[in-house]
């Protein structure tokens, strides 16, 4: 890793791909994985409800 | 490929920032899990807009309408009822799931599963069913959240309302039982269908018929004067006792023994002298001719003075639709009165009142209830059969007496 990071190109190359994958992983992956958690958790639910609980009381 | 993947996913994750302060990527993380959340809301909201139900076809074209024409979408007070207000759950996780069945809804509009108003009004019982499934397990909430029990002046509700509401609230009753229908038009009941009846229907399909057997019908029936079903010339009635004569395919003899009244064309005959009980309808054209018509013997009603006829008639039915004991037709209207009934009073003994009394009595309430056409019949010829007319331990009953003084405050 040290090595790496001697010359500033590589400096500004690691840097710039350390931004993107943070803005990735904050505008992109949260959204997406909180949004499929809470869709797999509400189909969860459904299904139970169909199951085992019956309609929410 | 999928390994590539896998390794950047996970270096993406596990490979430690060396540029990006701990600072800033804590507050950066924070801000963006801000704003998704409060995207996630916004949309959630959205959604639950009436804007956004109203942009499916099916649901501007058939239920707007009917809604304007309801006291959920103008009144006096200017509180208007939206679609999400009745139809979505208020708590977090019945929302969201209730959001996730709503996939299905999608995926309907898009196939055009209630694509038409003539689609809509037929599946539409099928859709009622489901909410009216809801709001009672779940006590009519959403109702609830705008006009709750604890909150009403019962002695300013119209008269009408007064003592099924204060009975009502006494028990804690979900709005729905009684008030279906309340921002849309009723399903048709009639082409609805009561689930309880096919196990009729398998029953009487694995009677065993003897000829000279005494049956009774289990549906209503076509009459014919022939086993091709060529003249239609009536129609036999939920419960109508037949004897039966011979089986032919899927068709069969049958033999009526009723009575009528001795006015008129005569075309609607009873179970017994004196008593509306209905068991057949005959065609006009047929119930006065004597080729098909036995008239046995006639004597005269003292209550009425009219003269009632025993008749006899040979008649073609389907088979299939009889069974040996009209016990299981009754266990089905006994469940369904006691359920259907018993929302706003105790239900009244079925032999507090005789058998020309209750089509009446049975026929002013009926309209309260949900049960479809098929249903209603059979409960009011379940009444008329157990009615005082056939009870010994008719009147005098204490019990009965009380049944329907208790709706009053």
Not at chain 1, 14 to 42: C, D, Q
């Amino acid at each position: 890793m040290k090595t790496s990071m001697n010359t500033t190109s590589e400096m500004t190359t690691g840097n710039r791909k350390e931004w993107l994958s943070f803005l990735l992983l904050a505008f992109i992956v949260l959204p997406t994985v909180m949004v499929g958690a809470i869709a797999i958790y509400g189909f969860a639910v459904w299904g139970l409800q169909i199951l085992v609980f019956g309609p929410p009381s | 490929m999928i390994k590539n993947l896998y390794r950047t996913v996970k270096n993406l994750f596990q490979r430690p920032s060396t540029k990006i302060g701990l600072g800033v990527l804590v507050m950066g993380g924070f801000i963006a899990g801000a704003i998704a959340w409060l995207g996630f809301n916004t949309a959630l909201h959205a959604t639950s807009k009436e804007e956004f139900c109203l942009s499916c076809h099916s649901m501007h074209d058939n239920l707007l309408p009917e809604l304007q024409k309801t006291v959920h979408w103008s009144n006096r007070t200017g509180v208007r009822t939206r679609c999400s207000d009745c139809h979505v759950p208020h708590n977090f996780t019945d929302k969201i799931a209730r959001k996730m069945q709503a996939s299905r809804e999608v995926w309907g509009e898009l196939i055009g599963t209630i694509g038409t108003r003539e689609k809509f009004q037929e599946h539409r019982i099928v859709l009622a069913r489901r909410e009216w499934k809801r709001l009672s397990a779940n006590g009519s909430r959403e109702c609830r959240v705008c006009h709750d029990y604890k909150d009403m002046d019962f002695n300013v509700m119209r008269p009408a309302s007064q003592v099924a509401m204060r009975r009502a609230a006494e028990r804690d009753e979900s709005c729905i039982s009684c008030h279906k229908g309340i921002a849309h038009q009723l399903p048709d009941m009639k082409g609805a269908h009561n689930p309880a009846f096919d196990t009729l229907v398998s029953a009487a399909s694995g009677q065993n018929i003897e000829a000279g057997g005494e049956y009774f019908a289990i549906l209503p029936r076509d009459l014919f004067t022939d086993p091709q079903m060529t003249q239609k010339i009536g129609l036999l009635e939920v419960g109508a006792k037949v004897k039966m004569l011979e089986t032919q395919g899927n068709m069969q003899r049958v033999e009526l023994d009723l009575w009528r009244k001795n006015k008129g064309y005569g075309r609607v005959w009873y179970s017994q002298f004196g008593l509306n009980i209905t068991s057949a309808i005959l065609e006009k054209t047929v119930s006065r001719d004597d080729n098909l018509v036995k008239v046995l013997e006639a004597q005269e009603d003292l209550l009425t003075g009219l003269e009632w006829q025993r008749v006899k008639a040979e008649v073609w039915m389907q088979a299939e639709s009889l069974l040996a004991s009209p016990e299981p037709i009754w266990s089905i209207a006994r469940s369904s009165y006691s359920s259907s009934c018993s929302t706003c009073h105790r239900q009244p003994q079925e032999a507090h009142f005789d058998a020309n009394t209750w089509p009446g009595l049975f026929g002013g309430m009926v309209g309260f209830t949900s049960m479809d056409e098929d249903t209603a019949k059979v409960v009011l010829k379940y009444l008329q059969n157990h009615s005082s007319d056939f009870s010994e331990t008719a009147h005098g009953n204490d019990a009965t007496k009380g049944a329907v003084q208790t709706a009053r405050p």
